[in-house]
């Protein structure tokens, strides 16, 4: 129970985030605090993504600060985006990962594809869970679509 109320505050972390003017990186710093004062870990490489055009079209957004240098980290939040929050995260590792090789460790769990070429678990195997909401950045904040 403590993974699934850890990844719906780090959901509710990232969606108080989307306020017009902050950066997209915003929404990975607030994602990354809640998920580390958790105790869990953030999965590496999973993030949101615009609704526009494409269904899962730009900007990607990073829920990990240790992707912050993405092309889109610097993007603006402006009244009318629309994307994705839907962090995904792991329960904390029983040893270090072995895809990790430096002080990130403790805080990211790192993705693998399985065969089927579309099922996602962590490198370690850890226990895992997420939840996702599309947001309307207003003159007056985030507003969740999804509910």
């Not at 993504?49 to 912050?68: A, L, M, R």
């Not at 985006?81 to 990211?108: N, R, Y």
């Amino acid at each position: 129970m403590h993974l699934l109320s850890c990844a719906k505050r780090a959901c509710e972390a990232g969606i108080a985030a989307c306020v017009p003017g902050a950066k997209i990186s915003t929404i990975s710093k607030a994602i990354s605090q809640e998920v580390y004062e958790c105790g869990c870990r953030v999965i590496a490489g999973i993030g949101g993504h615009g609704i526009g055009d494409f269904f899962h079209g730009p900007p990607h957004v990073s829920h990990c600060v240790f992707e912050e240098e993405s092309v889109d980290a610097g993007l603006e939040m402006l009244p009318g985006h629309v994307f994705t929050i839907e962090p995904a995260i792991a329960a904390a590792a029983a040893a270090a990962d072995p895809l990790c090789v430096d002080e990130v460790t403790e805080h990211v769990a790192m993705p693998t594809v399985l065969k089927d070429g579309w099922s996602v678990c962590t490198s370690d195997s850890a226990l895992t869970a997420q939840f996702e909401e599309t947001i309307l950045v207003t003159d007056n904040g985030p507003h969740i679509l999804t509910r």
